[in-house]
């Protein structure tokens, strides 16, 4: 287990508790989920509770699978969504339910893994997913390491040149990126081949 997954589980219900009431993310996560064909399926990747960010997946009528390394989370994520496919798994371990999907999403993850786990971690989603699907998530653009003001834990950025590099060497095109009212970025992506 990394240490994000630990804390994760650790303080499950403090940050369940401060999610439940953020809607940051959620203006960007609707327009990439509404520009995706209805009926879509995309898998989540650190969903943590699901809200506010399955919610807008499910409302904007896309077919969710979600995955996240935290009991607790996931078992207050069923109760929310009980018809959505879970799985309790890292992020690296997963099997990803044995498909693939049509869009892949990891809102506030990436980063809270080591540079070569990140790498395992594109190479893992350019694999379960279709050519031309999607894949969105958040990372810096900006290189460096930093403490989480919130949580305290230790978070890496490999930068935008080499998110790019990565994500091409995986069949990947970066479309756009986004910022957020949290000021987080956000890398839109399609995979090509
Ligand atoms: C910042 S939260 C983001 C949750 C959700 N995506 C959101 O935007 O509200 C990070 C999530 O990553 C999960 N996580 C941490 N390490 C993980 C790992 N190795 N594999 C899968 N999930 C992990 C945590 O349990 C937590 O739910």
Redesign the pocket.
């Known amino acids: 287990?990394?240490d994000?997954?630990r804390f994760?589980?650790a303080q499950?219900m403090k940050?369940l508790d401060a999610?439940d009431r953020s809607r940051v993310?959620t203006g960007i996560v609707q327009s990439w989920a509404r520009s995706l064909p209805s009926g879509s399926t995309v898998v989540?990747?650190?969903?943590?509770?699901g809200?506010?960010?399955t919610r807008v997946l499910v409302d904007s009528g896309l077919t969710v699978w979600a995955?996240?390394?935290?009991p607790t989370?996931l078992r207050q994520f069923r109760l929310r969504f009980p018809a959505i496919p879970t799985q309790c798994?890292?992020?690296?371990d997963s099997d990803y339910f044995g498909r693939t999907f049509d869009a892949v999403t990891?809102?506030?993850?990436l980063f809270?893994?080591r540079e070569n786990e990140q790498l395992a971690f594109l190479h893992r989603v350019s694999k379960i997913l279709r050519p031309q699907g999607h894949f969105l998530f958040t990372a810096p653009v900006e290189m460096g390491t930093w403490q989480d003001v919130t949580t305290g834990l230790e978070c890496w950025s490999l930068g935008r040149a080499t998110y790019t590099r990565a994500l091409e060497r995986e069949g990947f095109r970066v479309i756009r990126t986004h910022i957020d009212e949290g000021e987080n970025n956000y890398y839109e992506t399609e995979k090509i081949g």
């Open positions: 287990m990394t994000a997954a994760y589980e499950a940050y999610r993310g989540e990747i650190a969903c943590g509770g809200y506010p960010i995955v996240d390394s935290s989370l798994a890292s992020a690296l990891s809102i506030g993850f809270l893994l």
